[in-house]
């Protein structure tokens, strides 16, 4: 396997995923806070009020890392327990969380990369527009600066924030994530800023003298026509200019793609885009975090059929093809595809892997252990490809699965399953499952025997 010496094998995590406590040492009210006790907005009724309890447990679940031979753990901070009203002086205790972790972490020799937004940000800053406001791209320049200044001997790399798409479209044209706008030009405003604080945060990171590698995580979608029709082509180029290219071309050229931009352009004014804005978005960075998933196959509309966009995505699945118990369509040989591709047309970037996992409806079975082997073979089959693209001389330095744990999967609650880890949320006890223990072989091996 050709995977370098000091590549990063690890799990990610993110603070309101997993953390609860959100009320502790005071941490100030986050929009999934909000959001998820609006009746009706998540499954179940469910909420991250105690999640997985790993504010009060990660001394336990860092363990858990250490004795599975983890040597780096991808987490995020959450905002409001740093900065409360998201301005203004930081909360030292809520600081001290992040400190002592990172700390210990490093104590056993796992690399910390810390994302600075997982979604979570302060209900504050949404009281007076969250993303839709330009002034939170200042904001958020100030937090990256705050965090920096706090934990800089203790972070190997730093990423900005995770699947601004995610944040963009199921948060504000959708209306299913936090908080809950239906909109698509807010859509757009939204995934505006969110790049624009890209760019701000990595300005104010560098302002600060800090080193260490930083970079931007984004869910790529590798998009397929349903069919060789030309109508077809033209939909899924449209579908992946919506989704990863208005997010890759701002970050690595400076530029919104032209098609897209006069798609969207014909729709909307656009007028939020200012001047140097995108150039901004575009500040050299040390690696692009690629979290991986599934591949996407869009139709163009039938003619008689009311469609908001140029493309359609297919809801059915292939015939043959596994998918997880969320329905996702499991396509190992996609990610190598892409990871070539990214080499190819965005100046060969340094990569990690910052996620990628399935989600399994996960039993204790009557020996007491958590048996997934087809999460084994999902993580086997996607290591395969990461090494395939190594071999044709792809970049890749790290890859985190996701997730460490089972956790609140956003709008589905505690449904889903996810993690390397079953987690028994009435008593909190944490199951390695038999997939944990295949991967520390991978670990130690440095790849897949
Ligand atoms: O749980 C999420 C994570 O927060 C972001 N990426 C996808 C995961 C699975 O849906």
Redesign the pocket.
């Known amino acids: 396997m050709p995977f370098p010496t000091d590549f990063a094998w690890g799990a990610a995590t993110?603070s309101y995923?997993i953390e609860g406590a959100v009320e502790a040492d005071g941490k100030g009210a986050s929009i999934w806070d909000t959001f998820a006790h609006t009746p009706g907005a998540i499954a179940n009724g469910d909420t991250g009020d105690v999640a997985c309890d790993h504010y009060h447990r990660w001394r336990d679940d860092v363990e858990l890392m250490a004795s599975y031979g983890l040597n780096a753990y991808r987490f995020s901070v959450s905002w409001p327990r740093v900065q409360p009203d998201g301005r203004g002086r930081p909360n030292e205790q809520g600081l001290d969380f992040y400190r002592r972790l990172t700390e210990a972490l490093r104590e056993r020799g796992i690399r910390p990369a810390l994302t600075l937004n997982?979604?979570d940000i302060p209900q504050a800053l949404q009281d007076r527009g969250g993303w839709q406001s330009r002034d939170t791209v200042e904001r958020f320049a100030d937090y990256a600066r705050l965090c920096a200044e706090a934990l800089r001997d203790r972070v190997e790399w730093w990423i900005t924030h995770?699947?601004p798409w995610?944040i963009s479209a199921l948060g504000y044209r959708l209306g299913i994530h936090a908080p809950g706008v239906k909109d698509t030009e807010a859509e757009l405003r939204t995934a505006h800023h969110l790049l624009l604080s890209h760019g701000a945060a990595v300005e104010a990171y560098r302002a600060t003298g800090l080193a260490a590698p930083v970079g931007i995580t984004l869910?790529l979608l590798p998009t397929y026509p349903q069919t060789e029709s030309e109508a077809d082509a033209r939909a899924a180029t449209l579908s992946d200019g919506y989704t990863n290219r208005w997010y890759l071309e701002p970050v690595f050229n400076g530029r919104y793609p032209a098609d897209m931009l006069e798609y969207f352009g014909d729709r909307f004014s656009l007028d939020w885009i200012r001047p140097g804005d995108v150039e901004r978005a575009a500040q050299p960075i040390d690696f692009l975090g690629v979290?991986y998933?599934s591949r996407r196959v869009v139709r163009a509309p039938r003619p008689d059929e009311q469609a908001e966009f140029a493309w359609v995505v297919r809801t059915e699945t292939t015939t043959g093809v596994p998918t997880s118990d969320?329905g996702w369509e499991m396509t190992p040989p996609v990610l190598r595809d892409l990871l070539v591709h990214l080499r190819d047309t965005y100046r060969s970037p340094t990569i990690l892997i910052t996620?990628n996992?399935c989600?399994l409806n996960d039993e204790i079975a009557p020996d007491g252990r958590v048996h997934d082997p087809r999460r084994i073979a999902f993580l086997d089959g996607h290591l395969r490809a990461v090494a395939e693209a190594i071999d044709a001389g792809v970049d890749v330095r790290g890859y985190f699965a996701?997730?460490l744990l089972d956790?609140f999967?956003?709008a589905e609650g505690y449904g889903?399953r996810?993690g390397l880890s079953y987690v028994d949320y009435p008593t909190q006890r944490r199951i390695p499952k038999d997939s944990f223990a295949w991967y520390r072989d991978v670990v130690a091996g440095n790849g897949p025997a």
Do not use: D, R, T, V
Request: charge should be negative; aromatic fraction near 24%.
């Open positions: 993110s995923q997982h979604w995770n699947e995610i869910n979290n998933y969320l996620e996992g989600s996701w997730s956790n999967e956003w889903p996810f």
